[in-house]
C-alpha cells in the first residue's frame, strides 16, 4: 500500500489524512491555550509595577513643593517655636526621609493612607467622602461625550470632507483647545449671572440648595450638574471624536468593505458590522481612559463651580500643602487610571483576536 502523501499532510493508518503545520509534525494546540493567560499574566505584572512607582512618584513629587505645611497650617496664629516643633513631631515631619519613606510606603500597601493635616481625619475617610460627587458629575459627563464622539467621530469619517464632517472638526479642535476652567466661568457669566437678553437660569456653584427632598432633591442635583457637565463635555468630546475619526479613515481603505460591498450590503451595515468594530481599538483606549477621569474628577472645574468632589478636594490639599491628603489622592487618581488602562488591556483580545496571540 502506497504511503506517498502531500506536504503537510501525514497518512494515519487508521485515522486518514491528518494535518500537520509547515515541519509535517502533527499540530499543537497548547500555545494557543497558554497565549492568552500568559497575555494576561503580563499586563497584570505591569500594573502592579506601575502602582509601585505610583507610590514613590506620589511620596518624592510634593516633597518638592516650597511651602512650610506646618506654617501654612498655623499662618495668622501666634505660634512659639516650641509648638512648631510639637507639630512637626506629631505630624512626623521631624523624622528623617528616608524613615518618613518607608513608614509611608508600609501604611500605603495596608490601605491605610494617612491622616490629613488640615482635617484631621483619615484620608481614606475623606476620600469615601468626596468620591459619590465626583463619580455622578464626571461619571455622567464622560458617558456623554464618549458616546457623543464615538458617533459623531463615526459620521464625519464616513463622510470625510463633507461639509458637516468639516463642520464637525472644525467645531472639535477650537473646544479641545479651549481651557476648561475658562470656558466654565463663561458659562457661568451667560447662564447664571445673565447677560443681555439671556437671563441667569443656573446655580453659580455647588451640588445642592440644601432646601428639598425626595424627587425634589434629584431635580435640584440635576439643575446644579447642567453647566459642569456641559463645560466637561464641550472640552471632552473633541478628543474622543477625532480619534474615532482618524482610525475610521485609516480602515476605510480597506479590501474587505469593498467585498462587504460587492456582497450587496448597505452601507450603513458596511460601517456597522464591518468597519467600526475594526476602528474601535484605539478608540476603546480612549474610552476607558476617560473612565479612569471619573474617579480624578476635574481639578478646575469642579473648583470653579465649587463642585464638593475630589477635584476641589484636591485643590484644598495641595493649598498647604496637606501631604497626606495630596498623596492619597493622587494614588487613588493614578490607580484609576492604571486600573481602567488594565481592564483596555484585556478587552483588546475579545475585539481583535490577533491581540494576546
Not at 100 to 107: E, H, I, L, S
Not at 186 to 198: N, T, W, Y
Request: aromatic letters at 8%; proline letters at 6%.
Amino acid at each position: 500500500m502506497s504511503t506517498a502523501s502531500t506536504p503537510g499532510v501525514v497518512r494515519d493508518a487508521v485515522d486518514g489524512p491528518v494535518k500537520t503545520g509547515p515541519s509535517g509534525s502533527a499540530p499543537t494546540t497548547s500555545g494557543t491555550r497558554t497565549a492568552y493567560p500568559l497575555y494576561v499574566a503580563g499586563k497584570l505584572g505591569s500594573a502592579v509595577v506601575s502602582l509601585l512607582a505610583v507610590l514613590v512618584t506620589s511620596f518624592f513629587l510634593f516633597r518638592i513643593i516650597p511651602g512650610d505645611p506646618v506654617k501654612a497650617m498655623t499662618h495668622g496664629v501666634p505660634t512659639s517655636a516650641e509648638q512648631l516643633a510639637t507639630l512637626r513631631k506629631q505630624f512626623g515631619l521631624d523624622l528623617p526621609l528616608w524613615q518618613q519613606f518607608t513608614d509611608y510606603c508600609g501604611r500605603a500597601l495596608t490601605g491605610d493612607l494617612g491622616t490629613s493635616y488640615q482635617f484631621h481625619a483619615p484620608v481614606g475617610e475623606l476620600i469615601a467622602e468626596k468620591l459619590p460627587a465626583t463619580l455622578l458629575l464626571t461619571g455622567v459627563a464622560v458617558a456623554i461625550y464618549s458616546a457623543l464622539g464615538l458617533w459623531l467621530g463615526t459620521r464625519s469619517a464616513w463622510r470625510n470632507g463633507s461639509l458637516g464632517d468639516r463642520l464637525n472638526t472644525g467645531v472639535a479642535l477650537t473646544l479641545w483647545s479651549v481651557p476648561s476652567f475658562w470656558l466654565g466661568l463663561l458659562l457661568i457669566i451667560v447662564f447664571s449671572v445673565g447677560i443681555g437678553p439671556i437671563p441667569g437660569m443656573f446655580p453659580t456653584g455647588g451640588m445642592e440648595s440644601g432646601d428639598s427632598s425626595g424627587f425634589g432633591y434629584v431635580l435640584d442635583v440635576a439643575h446644579h450638574m447642567v453647566l459642569p457637565v456641559a463645560t466637561l463635555v464641550a472640552v471632552g468630546y473633541a478628543q474622543t471624536l477625532l480619534v474615532m475619526r482618524s482610525s475610521l479613515l485609516d480602515e476605510m481603505g480597506g479590501d474587505y468593505l469593498t467585498t462587504a460591498r460587492a456582497k450587496g450590503l448597505r452601507d450603513d451595515l458596511v460601517r456597522r458590522r464591518h468597519a467600526v468594530p475594526n476602528a474601535l481599538l484605539p478608540t476603546v483606549t480612549m474610552v476607558f481612559i476617560n473612565l479612569g477621569h471619573v474617579a480624578a474628577g476635574s481639578i478646575l472645574v469642579e473648583t470653579v463651580f465649587s463642585w464638593p468632589g475630589l477635584g476641589g478636594l484636591f485643590y484644598q490639599a495641595l493649598s498647604v500643602p496637606d501631604l497626606p491628603l495630596v498623596q492619597g489622592l493622587f494614588v487613588v487618581f493614578a490607580g484609576a487610571m492604571i486600573l481602567m488602562n488594565l481592564l483596555a488591556d484585556l478587552l483588546y483580545p475579545l475585539l481583535d483576536p490577533r491581540v494576546g496571540r
